[in-house]
């Protein structure tokens, strides 16, 4: 273990992570600007241009060239590093399904944006959600200490064996992206000591060439997708041991798949995902403290989606009140739809309120969160699902 002080900076999430790739050693960065991640290339190709990180810029026409990319260094064995946002993220639908599927254990940070049209340059989590079936591991942060305490864990998490799958790291625009706050930023040694080298399973090699992105027709195709699909259930508990173990490392931890706040003893927790997670902590508290039995569910893993723990959280609890920052059109928001799935064969269920706001950056103040707890607090268990947009 190092003995070296970690360095304590007030800085924003987009350059906590830009020093996460950097003591991630990252060998190649491919991106194109978007705001709001813009901060994190700049940063990252200011630390390449003043030698303070040993890595090639890849200065490429467009998001989708930019993960195609990095696809490419993953076959060559090497680690890539990419961000994007919103629309960005949106040219990059082709590709990352073929990175998931592939198997190319790339790390991704998804500064979430809202999605046109209406034009937004403001936060929501539409653009991530929209991506949830291309089979990348997600994987939702509230602070800039955690966003660059994730990166370094993602690179584990992907580059697993066992998983062998992508990850994207999610933060939100603006308030976490672009606020500053007291970060710890680890030493060289001790991230090398959690963080080996990557070691890949199989790499481009010009004395053994091999075809890759064959096709694959039914049986094959089928059994394909079920290794993909058992790497994803796998990565439930890669996640937890990659926490503990980076806890151990570090002295920080984030819960796992959820991090539970408050919710012993609770009749109604919100269930909530990102960096208005600490406004409604606030707000538990100052419930809390008029004696009233709230709680929290931070859900840190959207995909794979945290069933068991979720059951087991919200097993006693009377109602759960869900703030999904996006919508799918036609239906609701899309925690609160994998939500209802998760606890619908529990013998008496908890009521699941589903709230939808913040979107296109509007505000959720502390009286919206204490409004959807009072609404949980009011519900019967096992009543009908709703659905209710906030802050209009």
């Not at 190709?45 to 030698?51: E, K, L, Q, V």
């Not at 706050?181 to 030493?187: A, F, R």
């Not at 609701?332 to 799935?341: E, I, K, V, Y």
């Amino acid at each position: 273990m190092s003995t070296k002080t970690p360095v304590k900076k007030y800085i924003t999430a987009n350059e906590a992570v830009a020093h996460a790739a950097r003591l991630a050693r990252v060998e190649v960065v491919a991106a194109y600007p978007v705001t709001p991640q813009t901060t994190i290339v700049e940063k990252l190709a200011s630390f390449i241009a003043n030698g303070e990180m040993d890595a090639d810029f890849l200065k490429v026409e467009s998001e989708h060239s930019a993960l195609t990319a990095c696809m490419g260094v993953r076959m060559a064995g090497a680690r890539a590093f990419t961000s994007t946002s919103s629309q960005g993220l949106e040219y990059m639908h082709e590709m990352l399904a073929y990175v998931s599927g592939g198997r190319y254990p790339l790390v991704l940070v998804n500064v979430c944006r809202s999605v046109a049209l209406p034009w937004s340059i403001w936060g929501d989590q539409q653009d991530a959600i929209q991506q949830r079936d291309t089979g990348w591991i997600q994987i939702f942060t509230e602070t800039g200490q955690e966003a660059l305490d994730m990166v370094l864990q993602a690179y584990r998490i992907a580059e697993d064996h066992r998983i062998l799958l992508p990850v994207m790291v999610c933060l939100d625009s603006f308030i976490q992206s672009h606020t500053e706050e007291l970060v710890e930023i680890p030493d060289q040694e001790s991230v090398d000591s959690f963080l080996p080298p990557y070691d890949p399973v199989v790499t481009l090699d010009v004395d053994n060439p091999y075809s890759i992105s064959v096709g694959g027709f039914g049986k094959h195709y089928t059994r394909w997708r079920k290794e993909q699909q058992e790497a994803a259930e796998k990565a439930k508990e890669v996640i937890v041991e990659v926490g503990d173990e980076f806890a151990r490392s570090f002295g920080r931890h984030y819960g796992g798949l959820i991090e539970p706040y408050r919710s012993e003893g609770a009749e109604a927790v919100i269930v909530i995902m990102g960096a208005l997670t600490g406004t409604a902590r606030e707000e538990v508290d100052e419930m809390r403290a008029e004696g009233k039995a709230v709680g929290l569910i931070k859900v840190r893993a959207f995909r794979p989606f945290p069933v068991q723990p979720l059951r087991q959280a919200l097993a006693e609890v009377k109602a759960a009140a869900v703030l999904d920052r996006d919508c799918s059109w036609g239906y609701g928001g899309a925690l609160a739809t994998d939500l209802r799935a998760a606890l619908y064969d529990l013998p008496n269920p908890p009521a699941v309120l589903n709230f939808i706001g913040g979107l296109g950056g509007a505000d959720v103040p502390p009286e919206q969160m204490r409004y959807m707890l009072d609404k949980a607090l009011a519900a019967e268990k096992g009543a009908p699902s709703s659905m209710e947009f906030i802050g209009l």
